[in-house]
């Protein structure tokens, strides 16, 4: 089941360089904000048929729930729309090791401090490590772009 979950995820990751791409030159035509609302009303219709189609009944509603868990939604709005806007300028790979990054180290400290009520994972230097990887892959992949762009010049 791991191994599912986590070849998924890197499915997901795939999907989203992919929409990260097909946005910014939806983007450089028509607008960034035009681009990321196409895509959150596209998807909202999709998840609604989803919804009516598969989801079970629950007994706790979206009006039910603490508020401050419905924050959530609206993340995606600046990761659509810098997304759209950055990949036209910086190419798909570094803006998608950017991304990486902040998702990681975000995601170390949401471990490690327990936050929005997830499971504590603790700290260790290998999880810190992993993050200077990501940093020295974006500085090779970035080094690598503007070495071909002044090869082009």
Same mark, same amino acid.
Do not use: D, K
């Given at each position: 089941m791991i191994l599912l979950m986590v070849f998924l995820s890197v499915i997901a990751g795939a999907l989203l360089s992919? =929409? +990260? %791409? /097909?946005? *910014? =030159?939806l983007g450089s035509v028509v607008g960034t904000f =035009? *681009? +990321? !609302?196409? #895509? !959150? *009303?596209v998807g909202a219709l999709v998840t609604a048929m989803l919804i009516y189609l598969f989801e079970p009944r629950y007994a706790v509603t979206l009006m039910d729930v603490p508020k401050w868990q419905l924050i959530g939604a609206? !993340? @995606? /709005?600046?990761?659509v729309a810098i997304m759209a806007f950055s990949v036209q300028r910086i190419g %798909? %790979?570094? +803006?998608t090791v950017a991304?990486? &990054? @902040? =998702? /990681? #180290?975000? *995601? &170390?400290?949401i471990d490690t401090f327990g936050w929005f009520g997830n499971q504590v994972i603790p700290f260790s230097i290998t999880r810190v490590l992993a993050v200077v990887c990501l940093v020295i892959a974006l500085y090779f992949i970035y080094t690598s772009n503007a070495a071909k762009n002044k090869n082009a010049n």
């Open positions: 992919v =929409q +990260a %791409a /097909v946005n *910014s =030159q =035009q *681009s +990321a !609302f196409l #895509t !959150f *009303s609206m !993340f @995606g /709005v600046p990761y %798909a %790979a570094v +803006a991304v990486i &990054i @902040g =998702q /990681v #180290t975000m *995601s &170390i400290m």
